[in-house]
């Protein structure tokens, strides 16, 4: 039930225009196509999805490396969108669309010498899992070893802050994560009793001008997509008590 909800989020403006196309060969139903049409132009050409991602972007303001000036004792990098199966195919390294996850994280370490926490599974699923990837990483770029701690059995959010609860609990963590993702991690800090830190990342809506109308509609449509899949977790996880 809840992967056929996730996948009905995921595709929600196909849905959309699939249903639109039959109701109009079939021609009926239309008061149905008229609200359909009128949501695949808002989420096609509107500030619609910009607004919806700045709305939980902006919950939590971005912070500059130079200015982290709390003490914290590790810092912990939540699994993005790596791409294991290309990774393995070319060798070469696929941090997916929130690469700037793991760069900010190893930026900081470098900056302030302190170890890191990856979190992501290495799924037996080579389309998902950043575990192997961030492995990589490390790897190609001298980080020491000694220095890396992998979480790999976490599969989602939950999973790694019950990681932290567990090994971790005494001491405060800097958060690496993208801002739409950010504030279920600052939720569940909170739940868990996590001592945190919070340094967001891969911002990508539009905070210069929320209401600017674009015509690129393929970019507003990845972009109403991801923010609706955020909004639907965040709301998942508040009904369900975990945060």
């Known amino acids: 039930m809840l992967n056929s909800l996730k996948l009905i989020i995921f595709d929600i403006f196909g849905i959309f225009l699939i249903i639109f196309i039959l109701l109009f060969f079939i021609k009926r139903y239309k008061k149905i196509q008229i609200v359909l049409l009128l949501l695949i132009i808002l989420i096609s050409i509107s500030p619609l999805p910009n607004l919806l991602v700045y709305s939980v972007e902006k919950l939590n303001k971005p912070d500059d490396i130079n200015n982290i000036k709390q003490d914290f004792d590790k810092i912990v990098i939540l699994s993005g969108h790596e791409d294991i199966r290309k990774t393995k195919k070319f060798n070469h390294l696929y941090l997916g669309g929130t690469n700037n996850r793991i760069i900010e994280g190893v930026r900081v370490h470098i900056k302030k010498k302190k170890d890191i926490i990856f979190s992501g599974s290495s799924s037996h699923d080579l389309n998902s899992g950043?575990?192997?990837?961030?492995?990589?990483?490390?790897?190609?770029?001298?980080?020491?070893?000694?220095?890396?701690?992998?979480?790999?059995?976490?599969?989602?959010?939950?999973?790694?802050?019950?990681?932290?609860?567990?090994?971790?609990?005494?001491?405060?963590?800097?958060?690496?994560?993208?801002?739409?993702?950010?504030?279920?991690?600052?939720?569940?800090?909170?739940k868990n009793g996590i001592n945190y830190i919070?340094?967001?990342?891969?911002?990508?809506?539009?905070?210069?001008?929320?209401?600017?109308?674009?015509?690129?509609?393929?970019?507003?449509?990845?972009?109403?997509?991801?923010?609706?899949?955020?909004?639907?977790?965040?709301?998942?996880?508040?009904?369900?008590?975990?945060?």
Do not use: W
């Open 130 to 190: 950043g575990a192997y990837v961030a492995e990589k990483f490390f790897k190609v770029f001298n980080i020491d070893n000694n220095l890396v701690i992998i979480d790999d059995k976490a599969i989602n959010t939950e999973d790694t802050f019950l990681f932290l609860k567990e090994n971790f609990n005494n001491e405060k963590h800097l958060i690496v994560t993208s801002a739409m993702h950010m504030q279920r991690c600052k939720l569940l800090a909170i």
């Open 198 to 243: 919070l340094y967001p990342v891969d911002f990508r809506a539009n905070h210069e001008n929320i209401f600017e109308f674009s015509l690129n509609v393929a970019n507003n449509v990845d972009l109403f997509q991801y923010g609706l899949r955020e909004v639907s977790a965040l709301l998942f996880y508040k009904i369900s008590g975990k945060i």
